[in-house]
DNA sequence: ATTTTATAGAAATATTATTCCTTAAAAATT
DNA sequence: AATTTTTAAGGAATAATATTTCTATAAAAT
Protein backbone atom coordinates (compact mmCIF):
# COMPACT_ATOMS: atom_id res chain seq x y z
CA UNK A 1 0.00 0.00 0.00
CA UNK A 2 2.41 2.99 -1.41
CA UNK A 3 -0.41 5.19 -0.75
CA UNK A 4 -0.57 9.20 -2.14
CA UNK A 5 -1.05 9.22 -5.96
CA UNK A 6 1.55 11.56 -7.75
CA UNK A 7 -0.05 13.13 -11.14
CA UNK A 8 1.39 9.74 -13.27
CA UNK A 9 -1.49 7.68 -11.36
CA UNK A 10 -4.07 10.40 -11.08
CA UNK A 11 -3.88 11.10 -14.93
CA UNK A 12 -4.01 7.39 -15.24
CA UNK A 13 -7.43 6.65 -13.13
CA UNK A 14 -8.57 9.89 -15.27
CA UNK A 15 -8.07 7.98 -18.65
CA UNK A 16 -8.73 4.57 -17.68
CA UNK A 17 -12.24 5.62 -15.95
CA UNK A 18 -12.98 7.23 -19.52
CA UNK A 19 -11.39 5.11 -21.72
CA UNK A 20 -11.44 1.27 -19.98
CA UNK A 21 -9.73 -0.71 -22.81
CA UNK A 22 -6.99 1.71 -24.15
CA UNK A 23 -3.91 0.48 -24.80
CA UNK A 24 -1.04 0.50 -22.51
CA UNK A 25 1.19 2.20 -25.06
CA UNK A 26 -1.45 4.95 -25.88
CA UNK A 27 -1.99 5.45 -22.31
CA UNK A 28 1.30 5.55 -21.95
CA UNK A 29 2.02 8.26 -25.02
CA UNK A 30 -1.37 10.28 -23.45
CA UNK A 31 0.23 10.76 -19.71
CA UNK A 32 3.65 11.25 -21.28
CA UNK A 33 5.40 8.29 -19.97
CA UNK A 34 7.24 5.38 -21.04
CA UNK A 35 5.18 1.92 -21.74
CA UNK A 36 7.02 -0.26 -19.13
CA UNK A 37 6.63 2.11 -16.04
CA UNK A 38 3.11 3.02 -17.07
CA UNK A 39 2.00 -0.81 -17.25
CA UNK A 40 3.99 -1.28 -13.30
CA UNK A 41 1.26 2.25 -12.41
CA UNK A 42 -2.00 0.39 -13.50
CA UNK A 43 -0.81 -2.88 -12.63
CA UNK A 44 0.11 -1.97 -9.07
CA UNK A 45 -2.75 0.22 -8.75
CA UNK A 46 -4.87 -3.04 -9.54
CA UNK A 47 -3.17 -5.13 -7.16
CA UNK A 48 -4.34 -2.52 -4.53
CA UNK A 49 -7.56 -2.94 -5.03
CA UNK A 50 -7.38 1.07 -6.50
CA UNK A 51 -9.10 -0.23 -9.56
CA UNK A 52 -11.78 -2.48 -8.69
CA UNK A 53 -12.28 -3.15 -12.19
CA UNK A 54 -12.91 -2.86 -16.01
CA UNK A 55 -16.67 -3.57 -17.45
CA UNK A 56 -18.72 -2.94 -20.89
CA UNK A 57 -21.08 -0.27 -20.29
CA UNK A 58 -24.12 -1.21 -22.59
CA UNK A 59 -26.51 1.19 -24.02
CA UNK A 60 -29.84 0.23 -22.60
CA UNK A 61 -32.01 1.75 -24.82
CA UNK A 62 -30.62 -0.31 -28.17
CA UNK A 63 -31.14 -3.28 -25.86
CA UNK A 64 -35.06 -2.17 -25.46
CA UNK A 65 -34.32 -1.79 -22.00
CA UNK A 66 -36.64 1.63 -21.71
CA UNK A 67 -37.64 2.38 -18.61
CA UNK A 68 -35.51 3.37 -15.83
CA UNK A 69 -37.01 3.96 -11.76
CA UNK A 70 -35.79 4.76 -8.77
CA UNK A 71 -37.81 3.28 -6.04
CA UNK A 72 -38.28 3.32 -2.44
CA UNK A 73 -38.79 0.58 0.19
CA UNK A 74 -39.99 0.62 3.62
CA UNK A 75 -39.80 -2.38 5.60
CA UNK A 76 -41.67 -3.15 8.63
CA UNK A 77 -38.85 -3.58 11.00
CA UNK A 78 -35.36 -3.02 11.06
CA UNK A 79 -33.58 -6.60 11.87
CA UNK A 80 -31.02 -7.46 10.10
CA UNK A 81 -32.74 -10.61 9.19
CA UNK A 82 -35.51 -8.65 7.42
CA UNK A 83 -32.65 -6.60 5.35
CA UNK A 84 -30.63 -9.50 4.81
CA UNK A 85 -33.61 -11.34 2.87
CA UNK A 86 -34.79 -8.82 1.07
CA UNK A 87 -30.71 -8.29 -0.42
CA UNK A 88 -30.19 -11.45 -1.28
CA UNK A 89 -33.62 -11.39 -2.95
CA UNK A 90 -32.85 -8.96 -4.73
CA UNK A 91 -29.69 -9.26 -6.00
CA UNK A 92 -31.21 -12.79 -7.97
CA UNK A 93 -33.44 -9.94 -10.30
CA UNK A 94 -31.38 -8.73 -13.04
CA UNK A 95 -33.22 -6.03 -13.34
CA UNK A 96 -32.28 -4.12 -9.77
CA UNK A 97 -28.77 -2.47 -10.79
CA UNK A 98 -28.59 -0.68 -7.86
CA UNK A 99 -29.79 -1.13 -4.11
CA UNK A 100 -28.65 1.54 -1.03
CA UNK A 101 -29.92 1.36 2.44
CA UNK A 102 -30.67 4.95 3.33
CA UNK A 103 -31.21 7.44 6.13
CA UNK A 104 -33.59 11.03 5.83
CA UNK A 105 -36.23 9.34 3.98
CA UNK A 106 -39.69 7.46 4.71
CA UNK A 107 -37.92 4.48 2.70
CA UNK A 108 -35.79 2.47 4.15
CA UNK A 109 -33.98 1.44 0.82
CA UNK A 110 -33.48 3.16 -2.45
CA UNK A 111 -33.57 0.89 -5.62
CA UNK A 112 -32.31 1.94 -8.97
CA UNK A 113 -34.36 -0.72 -11.49
CA UNK A 114 -34.03 -0.97 -15.54
CA UNK A 115 -36.64 -2.74 -17.53
CA UNK A 116 -38.12 -3.16 -20.75
CA UNK A 117 -41.00 -0.94 -20.20
CA UNK A 118 -44.07 -0.40 -18.22
CA UNK A 119 -45.59 -3.62 -18.36
CA UNK A 120 -42.33 -5.21 -16.86
CA UNK A 121 -42.16 -2.83 -14.52
CA UNK A 122 -45.87 -3.82 -13.14
CA UNK A 123 -44.78 -7.48 -13.56
CA UNK A 124 -41.44 -6.80 -11.12
CA UNK A 125 -43.59 -4.99 -8.54
CA UNK A 126 -46.32 -7.41 -8.72
CA UNK A 127 -44.24 -10.69 -8.53
CA UNK A 128 -41.20 -9.69 -6.93
CA UNK A 129 -41.07 -6.40 -5.15
CA UNK A 130 -44.26 -6.34 -3.00
CA UNK A 131 -43.89 -10.22 -2.50
CA UNK A 132 -40.91 -9.93 -0.40
CA UNK A 133 -41.73 -10.46 3.38
CA UNK A 134 -41.10 -7.35 5.53
CA UNK A 135 -41.86 -4.99 2.15
CA UNK A 136 -44.33 -2.99 3.62
CA UNK A 137 -44.23 0.36 1.32
CA UNK A 138 -42.94 1.34 -2.36
CA UNK A 139 -42.74 4.34 -3.82
CA UNK A 140 -41.92 4.60 -7.51
CA UNK A 141 -40.03 8.25 -9.47
CA UNK A 142 -39.43 6.58 -13.20
CA UNK A 143 -36.59 8.68 -14.98
CA UNK A 144 -37.75 10.92 -17.96
CA UNK A 145 -33.95 11.60 -18.47
CA UNK A 146 -30.62 11.72 -17.09
CA UNK A 147 -28.20 14.38 -18.51
CA UNK A 148 -25.26 13.00 -16.58
CA UNK A 149 -24.69 9.58 -15.57
CA UNK A 150 -21.44 9.02 -15.18
CA UNK A 151 -19.60 6.42 -13.66
CA UNK A 152 -16.36 8.32 -13.11
CA UNK A 153 -14.99 9.35 -9.54
CA UNK A 154 -12.72 12.71 -8.80
CA UNK A 155 -9.19 11.34 -8.28
CA UNK A 156 -7.83 14.84 -7.50
CA UNK B 1 -28.27 -2.55 -37.69
CA UNK B 2 -28.66 -6.81 -38.04
CA UNK B 3 -30.65 -6.36 -34.47
CA UNK B 4 -31.28 -9.58 -32.94
CA UNK B 5 -28.59 -10.68 -30.53
CA UNK B 6 -27.72 -14.64 -30.62
CA UNK B 7 -26.42 -16.48 -28.29
CA UNK B 8 -22.88 -15.64 -29.02
CA UNK B 9 -24.05 -12.22 -28.83
CA UNK B 10 -25.76 -12.14 -25.75
CA UNK B 11 -22.79 -14.04 -24.12
CA UNK B 12 -19.93 -11.33 -24.87
CA UNK B 13 -22.29 -9.07 -23.66
CA UNK B 14 -22.57 -10.55 -20.04
CA UNK B 15 -18.99 -11.66 -20.20
CA UNK B 16 -17.86 -7.96 -21.57
CA UNK B 17 -19.75 -6.50 -18.61
CA UNK B 18 -18.24 -8.06 -15.87
CA UNK B 19 -14.81 -8.28 -17.32
CA UNK B 20 -14.20 -5.37 -19.65
CA UNK B 21 -11.11 -5.97 -20.38
CA UNK B 22 -10.63 -9.47 -21.10
CA UNK B 23 -8.72 -10.54 -24.20
CA UNK B 24 -10.33 -11.79 -27.30
CA UNK B 25 -8.91 -14.71 -27.24
CA UNK B 26 -9.95 -15.47 -23.47
CA UNK B 27 -13.47 -14.05 -24.20
CA UNK B 28 -13.54 -16.57 -27.95
CA UNK B 29 -12.59 -19.29 -25.67
CA UNK B 30 -15.04 -18.54 -22.89
CA UNK B 31 -17.61 -18.28 -25.45
CA UNK B 32 -16.40 -21.60 -27.64
CA UNK B 33 -16.31 -19.17 -30.82
CA UNK B 34 -12.58 -19.11 -33.01
CA UNK B 35 -11.25 -15.45 -31.82
CA UNK B 36 -11.60 -13.78 -35.20
CA UNK B 37 -15.71 -14.35 -35.53
CA UNK B 38 -15.69 -13.44 -32.15
CA UNK B 39 -13.96 -10.10 -32.47
CA UNK B 40 -15.77 -9.12 -35.53
CA UNK B 41 -19.18 -9.46 -33.41
CA UNK B 42 -17.71 -7.42 -30.77
CA UNK B 43 -16.20 -4.60 -32.99
CA UNK B 44 -19.76 -5.09 -34.79
CA UNK B 45 -21.85 -4.34 -31.59
CA UNK B 46 -19.39 -1.43 -30.59
CA UNK B 47 -20.26 -0.04 -33.90
CA UNK B 48 -23.87 -0.09 -33.65
CA UNK B 49 -23.60 1.64 -30.28
CA UNK B 50 -24.67 -1.25 -28.01
CA UNK B 51 -21.32 -1.30 -26.53
CA UNK B 52 -21.62 2.29 -25.72
CA UNK B 53 -17.53 2.09 -24.24
CA UNK B 54 -15.37 0.36 -21.66
CA UNK B 55 -14.60 1.96 -18.33
CA UNK B 56 -12.39 1.13 -15.45
CA UNK B 57 -14.35 0.82 -11.95
CA UNK B 58 -12.49 2.55 -9.03
CA UNK B 59 -12.95 1.78 -5.61
CA UNK B 60 -14.62 5.25 -3.54
CA UNK B 61 -13.83 4.20 -0.54
CA UNK B 62 -9.55 3.36 -1.38
CA UNK B 63 -9.83 6.84 -2.71
CA UNK B 64 -10.93 8.69 0.21
CA UNK B 65 -14.47 9.13 -1.03
CA UNK B 66 -16.25 7.88 1.53
CA UNK B 67 -19.66 9.43 1.78
CA UNK B 68 -22.65 8.58 -1.01
CA UNK B 69 -25.78 10.72 -1.00
CA UNK B 70 -29.09 10.96 -3.23
CA UNK B 71 -30.02 14.55 -3.26
CA UNK B 72 -33.82 15.19 -4.72
CA UNK B 73 -33.87 18.99 -6.01
CA UNK B 74 -36.91 20.94 -6.44
CA UNK B 75 -37.43 23.59 -8.75
CA UNK B 76 -39.55 26.90 -8.62
CA UNK B 77 -40.37 27.49 -12.05
CA UNK B 78 -40.21 24.05 -14.91
CA UNK B 79 -39.01 25.70 -18.01
CA UNK B 80 -36.63 24.61 -20.36
CA UNK B 81 -33.97 27.92 -19.33
CA UNK B 82 -34.65 26.39 -15.60
CA UNK B 83 -33.54 23.42 -16.42
CA UNK B 84 -30.83 23.70 -18.92
CA UNK B 85 -29.04 26.17 -16.53
CA UNK B 86 -29.31 23.39 -13.79
CA UNK B 87 -28.47 20.38 -16.03
CA UNK B 88 -25.25 22.00 -17.33
CA UNK B 89 -24.05 23.74 -14.02
CA UNK B 90 -24.11 20.19 -12.11
CA UNK B 91 -22.04 18.59 -15.50
CA UNK B 92 -19.15 20.67 -14.45
CA UNK B 93 -19.59 19.44 -10.32
CA UNK B 94 -17.24 16.09 -10.27
CA UNK B 95 -19.10 15.06 -7.52
CA UNK B 96 -22.24 14.41 -9.39
CA UNK B 97 -22.43 11.17 -10.92
CA UNK B 98 -25.72 11.01 -11.70
CA UNK B 99 -28.63 13.59 -12.60
CA UNK B 100 -32.11 12.49 -13.38
CA UNK B 101 -35.48 14.02 -14.11
CA UNK B 102 -37.97 12.50 -11.95
CA UNK B 103 -41.52 12.23 -11.71
CA UNK B 104 -43.28 10.49 -8.83
CA UNK B 105 -42.32 13.24 -6.28
CA UNK B 106 -41.80 16.98 -5.02
CA UNK B 107 -38.65 16.51 -6.16
CA UNK B 108 -37.85 17.54 -10.12
CA UNK B 109 -34.66 15.80 -10.42
CA UNK B 110 -32.74 13.03 -8.28
CA UNK B 111 -28.87 13.29 -7.97
CA UNK B 112 -26.15 10.73 -6.83
CA UNK B 113 -23.76 12.72 -5.42
CA UNK B 114 -20.08 11.47 -3.78
CA UNK B 115 -17.95 13.14 -1.41
CA UNK B 116 -15.03 12.61 0.69
CA UNK B 117 -17.03 13.26 4.03
CA UNK B 118 -19.68 14.81 5.66
CA UNK B 119 -17.57 18.39 5.44
CA UNK B 120 -17.16 18.02 1.74
CA UNK B 121 -20.55 17.68 1.66
CA UNK B 122 -21.62 20.47 3.45
CA UNK B 123 -19.66 22.64 1.04
CA UNK B 124 -21.55 21.47 -1.63
CA UNK B 125 -24.97 21.67 -0.71
CA UNK B 126 -24.06 24.99 0.36
CA UNK B 127 -21.45 26.28 -2.41
CA UNK B 128 -22.68 24.46 -5.17
CA UNK B 129 -25.80 23.12 -4.97
CA UNK B 130 -28.37 25.75 -3.28
CA UNK B 131 -26.78 28.46 -5.33
CA UNK B 132 -27.91 27.22 -8.57
CA UNK B 133 -30.78 29.79 -9.57
CA UNK B 134 -34.78 28.38 -9.42
CA UNK B 135 -33.63 25.67 -6.75
CA UNK B 136 -36.42 25.77 -4.23
CA UNK B 137 -35.99 22.56 -2.25
CA UNK B 138 -33.00 20.05 -1.19
CA UNK B 139 -33.78 16.37 0.21
CA UNK B 140 -30.63 14.02 1.02
CA UNK B 141 -30.58 10.09 1.51
CA UNK B 142 -27.67 9.28 2.57
CA UNK B 143 -26.24 5.66 1.80
CA UNK B 144 -25.43 3.19 4.71
CA UNK B 145 -24.36 0.58 2.49
CA UNK B 146 -25.10 -0.40 -1.41
CA UNK B 147 -25.64 -4.23 -0.96
CA UNK B 148 -26.03 -4.24 -4.60
CA UNK B 149 -24.08 -1.51 -6.87
CA UNK B 150 -23.88 -2.62 -10.83
CA UNK B 151 -23.91 -1.60 -14.41
CA UNK B 152 -24.81 -4.67 -15.89
CA UNK B 153 -28.02 -4.96 -17.73
CA UNK B 154 -29.53 -8.31 -19.00
CA UNK B 155 -29.32 -8.65 -22.61
CA UNK B 156 -31.54 -11.66 -22.43
C1' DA C 1 29.64 12.58 0.05
C1' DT C 2 28.01 7.96 -0.14
C1' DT C 3 24.85 4.46 0.15
C1' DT C 4 20.28 3.00 -0.44
C1' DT C 5 15.91 3.01 -2.56
C1' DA C 6 12.67 3.86 -6.01
C1' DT C 7 11.45 4.47 -10.52
C1' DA C 8 12.21 5.54 -15.44
C1' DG C 9 13.61 3.76 -19.98
C1' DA C 10 15.27 0.38 -23.55
C1' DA C 11 15.32 -3.86 -25.69
C1' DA C 12 14.13 -8.63 -26.27
C1' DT C 13 10.47 -11.95 -26.04
C1' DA C 14 5.82 -13.61 -25.56
C1' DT C 15 1.20 -12.77 -26.29
C1' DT C 16 -2.58 -10.83 -28.62
C1' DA C 17 -5.14 -8.38 -32.22
C1' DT C 18 -6.05 -7.95 -36.87
C1' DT C 19 -6.40 -8.96 -41.59
C1' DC C 20 -7.15 -11.86 -45.45
C1' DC C 21 -8.44 -15.96 -47.40
C1' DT C 22 -10.90 -20.36 -47.56
C1' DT C 23 -14.66 -23.19 -46.26
C1' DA C 24 -19.05 -24.44 -44.56
C1' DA C 25 -23.71 -23.67 -43.48
C1' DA C 26 -27.98 -21.43 -43.96
C1' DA C 27 -31.36 -18.78 -46.76
C1' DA C 28 -33.43 -17.53 -50.89
C1' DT C 29 -34.51 -18.19 -55.63
C1' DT C 30 -35.72 -20.73 -59.59
C1' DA D 1 -35.41 -30.39 -54.94
C1' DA D 2 -31.31 -28.21 -57.02
C1' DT D 3 -28.83 -24.10 -57.52
C1' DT D 4 -27.51 -19.68 -56.41
C1' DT D 5 -26.73 -16.28 -53.03
C1' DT D 6 -25.70 -14.76 -48.62
C1' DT D 7 -23.82 -15.09 -44.13
C1' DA D 8 -20.70 -16.34 -40.89
C1' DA D 9 -17.06 -19.54 -39.08
C1' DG D 10 -12.18 -21.10 -38.96
C1' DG D 11 -7.20 -20.93 -40.07
C1' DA D 12 -2.93 -18.83 -40.97
C1' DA D 13 0.06 -14.97 -41.69
C1' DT D 14 1.22 -10.42 -40.17
C1' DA D 15 1.06 -6.39 -37.28
C1' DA D 16 0.56 -4.51 -32.93
C1' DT D 17 0.83 -4.84 -28.07
C1' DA D 18 1.96 -6.57 -23.49
C1' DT D 19 5.33 -8.25 -20.56
C1' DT D 20 9.70 -9.24 -18.71
C1' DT D 21 14.40 -8.31 -17.73
C1' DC D 22 18.09 -5.45 -17.40
C1' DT D 23 20.37 -0.94 -17.09
C1' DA D 24 20.50 3.78 -15.93
C1' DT D 25 19.05 7.69 -13.39
C1' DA D 26 17.21 10.44 -9.91
C1' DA D 27 15.73 11.14 -5.36
C1' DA D 28 16.05 10.08 -0.39
C1' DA D 29 18.42 8.69 3.58
C1' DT D 30 22.46 7.96 6.25
Known sequence: MSNKLDRYDQMILDT????????????????????????R????????????????????KKLGLTLMAFIG???DKHTPERFEALESTLADYPEVLECHLITGQSA?????????????????????????????GVHTSFVMKSPINSTALSVT
Chains 1, 2 share one sequence.
Open 16 to 39: LQKQGRITNQELAEAIKLSPSPCL
Open 41 to 60: RVRQMEEEGLIDGYVALLNA
Open 73 to 75: ISM
Open 108 to 136: DYLLKVIVKDMDAYQQFLLNKLTRIEGVT
